[in-house]
């Protein structure tokens, strides 16, 4: 790598408020350490900027970098030329010449930048993923989640529960289009908005269920399947708001902590909501001595019902707010990579 380049790169670190610097130790990345998958347009964007890289840190080093895109999108084997390098020809599964591709040239600092931009996406990815997977409600297939929704919200939720996983999977290739990014996040909101409606209604449709004068079998399973399509709808509310704040990248500190607290105040809300009802609902099977002459058994209802009251009176913060705090405020964080030339520039994210 040549002085111009080295001053490049010490000058971007300045800009953009980030260190780079070599690791000459053996790293075990089985320990302490979180693979971040990448998609094949992000590893050519690091691969790009490893050319740029000092000697110490990348296993080579060119004049110039390119960006090479194909005519249809698909990733093809450029010829290897004898004299060195690839020519702009590319071969199909077959090796016979497919067509050609065009190469455009790259400066170092937008190389740089993609790299890092593309492991910012991926690391992103990553913590989408993880809250994902401890929002049960909303994870369930849509068979199991079809098996709670009724009336007429459930066409309206089942599509944005679907609509939210779409763009929670495809985060990483959504951040690469523009235009599609704007109108995810625009979808986004329209989600966020119906989720808060749905809350209103179910929270509405919990009350008036308690207090309705049917038998205690069919008000303790009605009552259920409302709090399952509640439960629903907040994690609806709550991944809507969290995604549109990283599709949108806007990491301003007043922002995410007007988001955090917008979220956890409402979902606080809706658990007292929900807390009030039920213990009513324990209430009247407390109190409830069944119909003249006939005696029932009530206590596998007062069992379960008095478990979830126990539940959401316990004082603590629940788990669906733990997450979904700690996945914004992941965006605050300093995150540090480590970039393994050995395995052609495969990422990794140190852990906390």
């Known amino acids: 790598m040549n002085e111009s380049s080295d001053n490049t790169i010490q000058m971007l670190t300045l800009q953009n408020d980030f260190q780079l610097e070599p690791v000459k130790q053996e790293i075990n990345f089985d320990r302490g350490f979180t693979k971040i998958s990448l998609t094949n347009n992000q590893k050519k964007q690091i691969s790009a900027a490893l050319q740029h890289i000092p000697t110490a840190v990348a296993s080579s080093t060119m004049t110039n970098a390119y960006i090479l895109r194909f ?15 690839v020519s702009g020809t590319w ?47 909303i994870n369930q297939s849509m068979d199991k989640i079809l098996e709670f929704l009724y009336g007429d919200k459930k066409a309206e939720l089942l599509s944005e529960v679907s609509f939210i996983k779409y763009a929670y999977e ?6 690469g289009h523009n235009e599609q990014r704007a109108a995810t996040i ?3 909101q ?44 907040i994690q609806l509310y709550g991944m809507s708001s969290v995604l549109e704040t990283y599709f949108s990248q806007n990491y301003d500190v007043e922002f995410i902590k007007y988001v955090e607290q917008e979220i956890t ?16 609902l324990k209430k009247f099977l407390n109190d409830y001595k069944g119909r003249l002459l006939k005696k029932e058994d009530k206590s596998q209802y007062e069992k379960i019902v008095g478990e979830l009251v126990d539940s959401l009176y316990n004082g603590e913060e629940s788990a669906i707010r733990k997450s979904l705090r700690k ?26």
């Open 190 to 233: 329209e989600a966020k908005k119906v989720a808060m409606k749905d809350i209103e209604f179910y929270l509405c449709d919990l009350d008036s269920t308690i207090n309705s004068k049917s038998s205690i079998d069919e008000l303790v399973t009605n009552a259920f399947q409302i709090k399952e399509s509640l439960e629903l709808s």
């Open 91 to 137: 071969l199909d599964a077959s090796g016979h010449i497919g067509g050609t591709a065009s190469l455009y040239p790259m400066n170092i600092e937008a190389a740089m930048l993609g790299a890092f931009s593309a492991m910012a996406i991926a690391s992103s990815q990553y913590f989408i993923k993880q809250i994902n997977s401890e929002l049960q409600m």
């Open 170 to 175: 495809n985060y990483s290739s959504i951040m």
């Open 186 to 188: 625009v979808s986004l």
């Open 71 to 85: 005519p249809d999108g698909i990733d093809h084997t450029l010829m290897s030329l004898k004299q060195g390098g």
């Open 265 to 280: 105040s409402y979902i606080d809300k809706c658990e007292k909501r929900i807390l009030s009802s039920f213990s009513a």
């Open 327 to 352: 996945t914004l405020q992941e965006t605050l964080s300093a995150r540090e990579y480590y970039v393994n030339v050995k395995e052609n520039g495969e990422v990794y994210l140190k852990e906390a």
